[in-house]
């Protein structure tokens, strides 16, 4: 049976996903906290890492991937549409959709070490081969290449920055930035036809699926 180990930074919330065939470990986090990520893994008892599985390329969830590739031994995989930023260690943030993506707007840093990625994500992609059963849901609007990972076993997604979860029981909001805020309410409705039951969030509460769904609309 699978488990999901949370591991939340200020910046960030990262996931391992542990079954008995392997382990992904979906973002990493940023730059920095390669040591902490590594000792909480080590906590939760998860000794290797089948790989490191990044939503999108901002510093804050991949920012800690080149260096947790090599203390790992992992194989990174990012979405087709981001291997550029991943190679240069760059990104971009887009347009603020709240006054706290203003402030990250100014305040965030573009920068992080780069990472030529071993593996790149299309639409539809299945990850078996890691040994986690993960599906691959291409879902823009935040960045051009954001993927979600849909853990076929426990129904959890793990969406990043697709959306923003929740605080003291409120519904997922969208991101606080974003590069077209028309795709992403039809990507959240792609990975709710997925059957996924948890989502799983770079930033805020996880939600079930019918929370998603009363904030978001019909599929």
Known sequence: MSTVIPIRFTQATLYAVHGPAGTALV???PAGKEAAVVRALRRAGIEEVSLIA???CHPDHIGGAS???????APVAVGRAERDWAGRGDSRFYEPLRPFGALLDRAMTRDYPPVVPDLLLDDGAVLDEFGIGLDCVHVPGHTPGSTAFVHRESGAAFVGDLLAGGMLGARPRPPFLAQERERIAPSVRKVLQTGATQWYFGHGRAAGA???LRAWGPV
């Open 27 to 29: 973002d990493t986090g």
């Open 210 to 212: 019918l929370d998603v």
């Open 54 to 56: 990044v939503t999108h």
């Open 67 to 73: 260096a947790l590739s090599r203390l790992l031994r």
